[in-house]
């Protein structure tokens, strides 16, 4: 038998209307930030960037008109993302001197990462944006490394860990532009030693029994110690300030994860 559809009572709103309402109002904030785009002049209000794309989070706090950081903070979480990710935002909300409806733009890293850590900052950055009613942008996990090396005046080859003897890796020339030249993709250490024709600047996490076998290279390789190249959110609320000052947000229902391979589900029987 067809379900009938639930229909709003008479004078009352649908979850449909009530939804649309949002993003309505979500996107008329966003209108505001084009602002960016006229010389000399400048948006006002806070970014919240999230990270939880690996054992690695952060959390952020920027200020849209100064491009100051107001309070930030990276730790090691390990696989606790669920447990640990809203303090943190909360704790940085907080120390910024502000409150949740301060926020006027989400920034999260979307993937590639682990299965577990991605989901879990998607579902929070996805969940404030839409209690809150601002945009949301997602910028590419892999960039954000590589961002933070434009001016390597080298290729720059981004790599998180991934699962069997692999990692997700793609490539960006950073010399007199910064720009993507590979598209993201899971790779072993002998496919990043073919593919290294020329020289190259390697950031994120590396595993580190491909350390050793990197220097096979002949020189080409210049690996950047993991320490220096840790994810910042201040590299994030970059890159989406810079795609909120073209009017590019995401739509806050359609926005995925990036994974490169489905994720290991257990069945019990």
């Not at 948006?43 to 690996?54: E, F, N, P, V």
């Not at 720059?156 to 490539?171: E, I, K, Y």
């Not at 910064?178 to 002998?190: G, H, K, M, Q, S």
Request: hydrophobic share 45%.
């Amino acid at each position: 038998m067809a379900r009938k559809r639930n229909r709003a009572p008479a004078g009352g709103s649908s979850d449909a209307d009530v939804r649309d309402r949002r993003r309505r109002a979500a996107h008329s904030r966003v209108r505001g930030w084009t602002a960016w785009t006229s010389p000399g002049a400048c948006a006002r209000g806070m970014i919240l960037a999230i990270d939880s794309s690996t054992a690695w989070c952060s959390v952020g706090a920027y200020s849209a008109e100064s491009q100051l950081c107001l309070a930030e903070r990276v730790w090691q979480s390990g696989i606790n993302h669920g447990g640990e990710l809203l303090p943190a935002i909360d704790r940085v909300v907080r120390e910024a001197g502000a409150r949740r409806e301060s926020i006027d733009l989400i920034a999260v890293a979307r993937g590639p990462g682990t299965f577990n850590g991605v989901r879990v900052a998607m579902a929070t950055a996805k969940g404030i944006a839409l209690a809150l009613g601002c945009p949301i942008i997602a910028v590419n996990t892999l960039e954000v490394h590589a961002a933070a090396f434009s001016n390597a005046g080298t290729l720059v080859r981004a790599m998180l860990p991934a699962t069997r003897g692999q990692v997700a890796t793609a490539l960006w020339r950073a010399d007199t532009t910064f720009a993507r030249i590979e598209n993201d993709a899971l790779a072993t250490l002998d496919d990043v030693l073919a593919a290294t024709t020329e020289p190259t600047t390697i950031v994120g996490e590396v595993p580190h029994d491909w350390i050793e076998g990197l220097s096979r290279a002949g020189g080409l390789i210049t690996l950047v110690p993991v320490a220096l190249t840790r994810r910042r959110p201040e590299t994030i609320a970059r890159l989406a300030r810079l795609r909120a000052a073209r009017g590019d947000w995401d739509d806050l229902e359609s926005l995925e994860p990036i994974y490169l391979r489905p994720p290991a589900v257990t069945i019990h029987r």
